[in-house]
């Protein structure tokens, strides 16, 4: 297996543009990335979208407005893991020998309001398919698990919104007092209206090369160290069988996923300068610092407390402001974080740059526990 880099990222900005057209939104983030990379469309050799709602071949349709080369390109959807599944995808390709230059890009447009489940799943009879009620519930667990409180819930918004503000890509480019969240609407009880991300548009695009490739291109070697595509076992809230899962013990897909991301980079935790991760609530930055190994079962809240989660602090988490100020375009969400990670290693973060970085982490968990970690080193 070769390695493999990151040669070029690009965005669109995550928020809501009315009756702009998804498929130039995606185009617009793929033409981003191959500005950054400086590598002509006619050499990349191979594509990977991930995208949920923006409907059959949405893939080719971005690409034929860049330009019909020929080359292959796959369309796939996994949650909010679509476009960590593209990346990983685009990895093989260069990592295998298959390819030297490949793309992977995501982008939505998605419904407004929340999310629901299938309506014909036993989980939607039961009354449980809109997520801020399964995200509530893993709060409120974890509250009684182990004295998580309310006023963490809040002071993690407070933060990542803090964070946003000076992410020009956020949807929500405002600092957010700590009255305003404590006192938004309770959506589900512990979690308000500020403590929620928001599902919104956007597009991201990421370009990866072989070693001798991307020398071509540039000095700033970043390199994609492990890309990791977990989905749940038996024995996690994630398996829809509860009948039978719940009658063994097992590991979250998180962890599973994050511990083979760390082997095969060689690292572990304690290596990492920053991580960008789920936030779709606040409870959640608490409950995956915690699965993704960066301090012990019951600590996240800790980590808060001492200030370690903040830009200037022992290990950032989402300087970007994270989903909660960025918004959660499905598709573009995991190659989005894959961008701030580049940003910060290549020192290209402007305030919210992190000092020192050279080693971040990206994560995202999607339905039915699919989860993308991957590791960027440089």
């Given at each position: 297996m070769r390695d493999v880099y990151v040669i070029g990222v690009g965005l669109h900005p995550f928020g809501r543009f009315g009756d702009k057209d998804v498929i130039e939104i995606g185009r617009e983030a793929v033409v981003a990335a191959l500005e950054d990379s400086g590598v002509a469309w006619k050499d990349v050799e191979s594509a990977y979208c991930g995208t949920v709602f923006a409907g059959p071949m949405a893939g080719n349709k971005v690409l034929a407005r860049v330009g019909l080369t020929g080359l292959p390109i796959m369309n796939l959807e996994n949650a909010c893991a679509s476009g960590g599944s593209a990346l990983r995808l685009a990895f093989q390709d260069v990592a295998s020998g298959f390819c030297d230059i490949a793309l992977a890009f995501g982008f939505e447009k998605m419904p407004r309001g929340f999310i629901a489940g299938n309506p014909n799943d036993w989980f939607a009879t039961m009354g449980m398919a809109v997520n801020p009620q399964y995200f509530a519930l893993n709060a409120r667990r974890h509250m009684a698990?182990?004295?998580?409180?309310?006023?963490?819930?809040?002071?993690?918004?407070?933060?990542?919104?803090?964070?946003?503000?000076l992410n020009p890509y956020a949807m929500y480019r405002k600092v957010m007092s700590y009255e305003e969240i404590a006192n938004s609407t309770m959506v589900n009880d512990p979690l308000r209206l500020l403590m929620l991300c928001a599902p919104n548009e956007g597009g991201a695009a990421v370009v990866v090369a072989s070693r001798e490739a991307a020398k071509r291109y540039t000095t700033r070697l970043i390199r994609l160290a492990s890309v990791v595509l977990k989905s749940p076992l038996y024995g996690t809230a994630e398996v829809p069988y509860i009948a039978v899962s719940s009658q063994v013990e097992a590991p979250s897909v998180t962890r599973t996923a994050s511990e083979a991301a760390y082997e095969a980079a060689g690292i572990g935790p304690g290596d990492l300068d920053l991580v960008e991760l789920q936030d779709t609530d606040s409870a959640a930055e608490i409950i995956y610092s915690e699965e993704l190994g960066l301090c012990g079962r019951g600590e996240g809240a800790r980590l808060l407390d001492d200030?370690?989660?903040?830009?200037?602090?022992?290990?950032?988490?989402?300087?970007?402001?994270?989903?909660?100020?960025?918004?959660?375009?499905?598709?573009?969400?995991?190659?989005?974080?894959?961008?701030?990670?580049?940003?910060?290693?290549?020192?290209?973060?402007?305030?919210?740059?992190?000092?020192?970085?050279?080693?971040?982490?990206?994560?995202?968990?999607?339905?039915?526990?699919?989860?993308?970690?991957?590791?960027?080193?440089?």
């Open positions: 698990d182990y004295g998580t409180t309310e006023d963490h819930l809040v002071r993690v918004s407070v933060k990542n919104h803090r964070n946003g503000a200030g370690a989660t903040e830009i200037g602090g022992r290990l950032p988490v989402n300087p970007s402001g994270g989903l909660l100020s960025k918004g959660e375009p499905l598709g573009a969400s995991a190659l989005g974080q894959v961008a701030e990670v580049v940003w910060q290693l290549r020192g290209e973060a402007g305030a919210r740059q992190v000092s020192d970085a050279r080693v971040g982490l990206t994560h995202v968990y999607g339905a039915l526990g699919n989860c993308a970690v991957s590791i960027l080193q440089c």
